[in-house]
């Protein structure tokens, strides 16, 4: 007769209405919010990555229409010329990888998407109307962002 503990945890499975992954380790849903905060983050870091490299490349290569685009982007946006456009480049890809870290419930994410946040919040407080449409919506997005905090890991 061979002697057992006296107890033995049951095999890991999936709890309902999770994901698993690493052998049956429950790994929390995403959130909706998280996943359309991720793909819009990713939107506007491909729009930067693009706008940064027709401003940075504007100055060496034909644009033919898309010039006036520079021209507006270059003189009212960037005022230093091709080093602004690299900043936008950079930039881009920053947002990115942020957008990834959202999707993929990463605290580095949430923590630098809520520190964005609240920059946005500070600079629109104090240097333009502290009470707009904007300001609300940036105030419930960093709200939503504290409540699902327990998603990330």
């Known amino acids: 007769m061979s002697v057992r503990p006296p107890y033995h945890a049951p095999p890991m499975r999936p ?28 939107l506007v870091g491909v729009g930067a990555l693009i706008l940064g490299l027709i401003v940075l490349l504007g100055p060496t290569i034909d644009l033919g229409p898309l010039y006036g685009v520079v021209s507006l982007f270059g003189a009212t946006v960037f005022t230093l010329g091709p080093l602004g456009g690299a900043g936008m480049f950079l930039g881009g890809f920053i947002l990115i990888s942020v957008a990834n ?30 009470f707009t449409y904007l300001f609300f919506v940036l105030l419930g997005l960093f709200v939503y962002l504290l409540a699902v905090r327990k998603s990330f890991t």
């Open 15 to 42: 709890v309902a209405g999770t994901v698993a992954v690493h052998a049956g380790f429950a790994h929390p849903k995403r959130p909706i919010g998280i996943a359309l905060l991720a793909v819009l983050v990713a």
């Open 101 to 130: 870290g959202l999707w993929h419930q990463e605290l580095w994410a949430l923590a630098l998407a809520a520190v964005a946040l609240f920059a946005a919040e500070a600079v629109i407080f104090f240097f333009f109307l502290p």
